[in-house]
Structures are given as C-alpha cells and as structure tokens.
C-alpha cells in the first residue's frame, strides 16, 4: 500500500503554482511590453529637387521667388486660394478718404532670432523697403505711426484703394531689423516664417528647419533639403531614382508627361494666376494693320493645341486672365476662335494675296514675314512657337523662330526689338490685377506699352483713383474689353500649378499664387 504525505504534497502543489503564477506575469509583461512598443517613427524630412538656387538672403530683391514665403512673412498674405488674409496683421481698416490704413499687429509673435515682432519692426522694414525695392509700391506713403507695439497706422499722400494687397507680394516680406545692416544689407534669411534657414551651399543646396514658434502652428515637416538642379530631367531622374522626393512642373513638360505614368509618384495640380501671353508689335508692320493681328488670332487652333503639346501644365484660355481672378474678369472676354477662312478673308481684306504661287502672300512687293521671339529655356514656348510657325504657314505667313534669354527677352520687349514675342504674363503681383495694366503692359507711363490709347488711359487712371468696389469691377471689364477688341495680344495658356512627388506625401497642395507653390508644405506630412 502506497502511503502519501500530504503535508509534502500540499508544499509542492504551493511551489508548482507560484511558479505557473511568475511564468504567467513575466509573459503578460513580455507581452504589454511587445504591445507597448512605440511604432518607429517616420522621419518628417523631405528632398525637394529644386530649379533655382536660393540666390541670396533678401527677400526684397534677388532671393528665390519659390521659397520666400517658406522663411518670411508679410503685413497681409495671399492665401493657397488666393484671397487676402491676415499674415503678421491680424486685422486692418481703410478710412473713407482711402488715405489711412490701420493695422492691427499680431501679438507674441518673434523672428527667427528672437526678436520681437510688432509695430516699430514694421516701421523698420516698410522704411527700409520705401528706399529699397518697395520704392513703388510705396511711393504714396507719407508718414507711418506706431501708437503702441500692436498697431501700425500708415497715412498716404493719395488714396490707394489697392494698398493691402500691395503689401502682399513676398519682395514685401519682413526681415528682422537685426538682420539689416546700416547699408540696407539683409545679412541672413531671419523672418517669421513657418521654417527656418538653416544651411546655403551656393548652386549646391539650401536646408530649412522647422519653427517650433511659427504663429499658426509649427509645421509637422521637420527639415526641407532643397537640392538645387536646373534641369528637369536631372530632377525627375532624382525622382524616380528615390533620391529626392518632390519637384514642381515648373518648365518640365517633357519630365512631367513621362513621370505622370509612374506608379510610384502622384501629381497634384491647381490653376495658377499667370498666363502665357504673345504680344504684337504694334509700331511696326506687318502688325500695325488690326485685320492681321485678328488673322494670326484665328489661324491658331489653342483649344486643340495646348492639351496636345502642354498637357497638365496648362489649359486652353478662356479669358483675359487666369480664373483665379474671379470678379475681376469681363464676363463676355471676346477671345478670337478659331476660324482658318476668316483669317484668310482677313489677310484678302487687308491686301494681302500669293502673287509668285509660293504659298506666302504679298502686299505691294513686301513678303508677309514675322519673327516670334520666345524663351531658350522654356520648353513649352519652344514647342508652341514650332507649332505657330506650322500654322500660320497655311495662311500664307512665314515665320523665323527667335529663341533668347530671359534678360534679352525682357530687353526686346521694352525696346520694341520684335515682331511677335511669346512671354509670361509678368506684372500680376496679387489679387487685384491693376498694376498688370497700369506699370505692365496698357498704359502711355506702363514699362511695355504694348497697346495704349486715350481711352485706355482714361479708364486705367480712373481705376487707380476708384475707391468704390463696385466701380472698380466695371472699370476692370471695360479695360479688358478695350484692350481685345485692338487684338495686342493672344492669350495662350491659363499655367497650371503642378507638384509631382512619392505617393507617401500627404496633404501637399499648390497654391494658385505660382511665387508660393512649396507653401503647402506647411500643411503635408510624410505617411
């Protein structure tokens, strides 16, 4: 008989449980402590393959057009949507004569450098630009008040009912006073911006680092590497090899077609505020004549042409101006369609007509000639020039191609040095297209003078010196209208804003102001 001692068996059962019991909790915590774990977070950093080089510390003058708003802020800001809204002044007012403006300033807001923000910073900078690059801008200003840190009170010589939105442009951007010396030198990139630079390697790369103390919220992107790569095609190479992360379109149509059918990538785009325009000469023949400008605007098929060659950085115009001017276009812009027997009665009614059989007319013994002149580095006009020579060709019109540099560019159409010329709508700054005609293009003082009349001239000053909203919206329209009935130009494209980045990028947006597009990175995220 086997005799059983309890007392033994009672210590083992006791040691058997404890010992199932510190198995059972070690597991538990092995397990909470595998469950606790943090997911390894994703760095916030991103390479952005960029055309320029940041140039120089200035916002005011020479420095990126593309990354200004990154590092600065200005009094009032042109938002993603392109409306006016409150940057380092939170609120302002125009008094009825439109000769005061009063600013109230955003308060516990610092530089980069820990400067204060607030109304004698502001005197600072608008004295500075008033010398400097916002000699224009600010001409009317005749004396700047500052009753307490948080208000700026600015009184002019005349009223300007456009003066906020003047402030918006980035070359009025704020710097802080320490970082401008007794020359007028800014000394380094200090604003308020969203991010900070940190690091320049001239023609190499630019670093910007997250504000922790940016007033609208510190962005959830840490550090921006701007690699600097002028050709396109090196960038998407970049890109699609994972050695940078994002580009814009800009004058990267090739690129842009072919990186659109890569899987790993998305585009996002947004209609921007600029168009391309040809201007004609007006001073010279074979342009003097209205009923040729009005051929070559029929001859040329754009609703056709610009999906096919431009594709996604561009959309076949619909008027004066880019949508993103809203109220401000002619809601019956008469642009010139297409109509190839028109054209052709035109250029009859005009005089014009084959006399030796070979195919280009002729008027009193002179050969129906032009020369268009566009941007060498502009792959999208060299395009649409090759395609207006092949087009205007069927109406008995030859045409030699002109490719320039930017500079020489400019310098033929201040100089009347054309015939036709293909540019950028230069001189729409901000929401309200005034300055486009008044220093741009349609006024007798404007720096181009393309068309100008009595008329026009009458109608732009009366829109200068209009404080009434509503007045100023028919002024526009009627120097719209005013200007396309005489045919100066043709109106291209409407550009598309266009990012193409790595399918983790989220919440990255354009902006429709084309000098602010890398703005979305204040709202995107690395996923």
């Given amino acids: 008989m086997q005799i059983v001692n309890y007392k033994k068996s009672k210590y083992l059962s006791l040691f058997i449980a404890a010992v199932l019991l510190v198995t059972l909790l070690l597991s538990g915590c092995q397990k909470a402590a595998i469950n606790d774990s943090p997911t390894k977070a994703i760095k916030q950093e991103l390479v952005i393959g960029e055309q320029f080089d940041l140039v120089s510390y200035d916002p005011s003058k020479n420095m990126s057009d593309f990354v200004r708003a990154l590092v600065f802020n200005s009094l009032v800001e042109i938002d993603m949507d392109f409306k006016k809204s409150p940057g380092l002044a939170e609120t302002w007012t125009m008094s009825p004569d439109g000769k005061t403006w009063t600013f109230q300033l955003r308060k516990n807001v610092v530089f980069h450098d820990g400067t204060p923000w607030n109304s004698e910073a502001a005197k600072t900078n608008l004295k500075w630009l008033a010398n400097g690059s916002g000699k224009n801008t600010l001409a009317a200003v005749e004396s700047i008040e500052t009753p307490d840190p948080s208000t700026l009170i600015i009184k002019l010589k005349k009223p300007v009912f456009t003066f906020d939105s003047d402030l918006t442009p980035p070359f009025m951007s704020m710097v802080s006073p320490k970082a401008i010396d007794e020359k007028g030198t800014v000394t380094a990139a200090i604003g308020t911006g969203p991010f900070k630079l940190v690091s320049w390697q001239k023609d190499n790369n630019f670093v910007m680092e997250r504000n922790e103390q940016y007033f609208a919220g510190a962005p959830k992107l840490t550090k921006l590497t701007f690699k600097v790569m002028p050709d396109a095609e090196s960038r998407a190479m970049a890109l699609e090899a ?22 790993a990538l998305k585009i996002v785009k947004k209609m921007g505020q600029t168009s391309e325009l040809m201007f004609f000469n007006l001073y010279k023949a074979p342009f003097d004549d209205l009923k040729v400008r009005q051929a070559v605007a029929n001859a040329i098929n754009l609703n056709e042409m610009i999906p096919k060659l431009i594709g996604d950085l561009a959309e076949p115009p619909v008027n004066f101006f880019s949508t993103a001017f809203g109220k401000f276009l002619n809601p019956n812009p008469q642009m010139p369609k297409y109509d190839l027997q028109a054209s052709k009665a035109l250029l009859a009614e005009a005089g ?93 003082k404007s720096t181009y003078t393309i068309f100008t009349s009595p008329e026009l001239d009458s109608r732009i000053d009366k829109l200068a010196a209009s404080l009434d909203a509503q007045e100023r919206i028919k002024l526009h329209q009627e120097i719209q209208a005013e200007i396309m009935k005489n045919t100066p130009e043709m109106v291209i494209f409407h550009r598309n804003n266009v990012l193409v980045m790595k399918k983790n990028i989220e919440n990255l947006n354009p902006s429709v102001g084309t000098w602010q597009i890398f703005r979305g990175l204040t709202q995107a995220e690395i996923k």
Wanted: include cysteine.
């Fill in 242 to 263: 994972g050695q940078i992360d994002l580009m814009s379109g800009r004058e990267a149509l090739t690129a842009v077609q072919r990186l659109k059918t890569n899987p």
């Fill in 352 to 444: 014009w007509k084959d006399s030796d059989g070979d195919g280009i007319l002729e008027k009193s013994g002179t050969k129906l000639k032009a020369t268009l002149s566009y941007g060498s580095n502009n792959t999208e006009d060299k395009l649409l020039c090759t395609a207006f020579q092949g087009a205007l060709k069927g109406i008995g019109m030859e045409v030699d191609l002109r490719p320039m540099d930017t500079a020489a560019l400019k310098q033929a159409l201040e100089k009347k040095d054309y015939q036709l010329i293909m540019v950028g709508q230069w001189s729409v700054p901000h929401d309200d297209p005034s300055m486009h005609y008044i220093s741009g293009y349609w006024h007798s």
